[in-house]
């Protein structure tokens, strides 16, 4: 996983994997269908290149109908993409990336009270 990262497509698949459990390949070309039109085939070899080449998807074959289940946690993927954004785009620097999101005109005083909480507990952990 960690040379391999999966692609905005791929990403749409492991989420429905995620919120729905190991599924079919009709299963995930209908959710997937929901917001564009996707055809099955595209779907059934993208989800056989996520299993065979790719090592993201696991099918299970002892049904008829074959059930493919992540091998990736939602953890593992959000992990590894916002490492790769820290180091692209904010040359690996916390400070940076913090500054960014606070600077946002969303930034809710709910979320800044939260925020500073959570640095005060890391802030007793180091210690």
């Given at each position: 996983?960690?040379?391999?990262?999966?692609?905005?497509?791929?990403?749409?698949?492991?989420?429905?994997?995620w919120d729905h459990g190991p599924?079919?390949?009709?299963?995930?070309?209908?959710?997937?269908?929901?917001?564009?039109?996707?055809?099955?085939?595209?779907?059934?070899?993208?989800?056989?290149?996520?299993?065979?080449?790719?090592?993201?998807?696991?099918?299970?074959?002892?049904?008829?109908?074959?059930?493919?289940?992540?091998?990736?946690?939602?953890?593992?993927?959000?992990?590894?993409?916002?490492?790769?954004?820290?180091?692209?785009?904010?040359?690996?620097s916390p400070l940076k990336l913090?500054?960014?999101?606070?600077?946002?005109?969303?930034?809710?005083?709910?979320?800044?009270?939260?925020?500073?909480?959570?640095?005060?507990?890391?802030?007793?952990?180091?210690?």
């Amino acid at each position: 996983m960690k040379d391999k990262k999966p692609t905005d497509a791929e990403l749409e698949v492991l989420q429905i994997l995620w919120d729905h459990g190991p599924s079919s390949v009709r299963f995930v070309n209908e959710a997937l269908s929901r917001n564009r039109e996707v055809v099955y085939t595209t779907t059934l070899k993208m989800m056989q290149v996520m299993t065979e080449k790719k090592g993201f998807l696991k099918r299970d074959t002892s049904e008829r109908t074959h059930l493919y289940e992540a091998l990736l946690s939602r953890e593992q993927v959000r992990q590894n993409m916002f490492d790769r954004m820290l180091d692209s785009v904010f040359q690996g620097s916390p400070l940076k990336l913090v500054v960014q999101a606070l600077g946002h005109e969303n930034t809710s005083l709910e979320d800044l009270e939260a925020i500073k909480e959570l640095i005060s507990k890391l802030e007793k952990e180091k210690q």
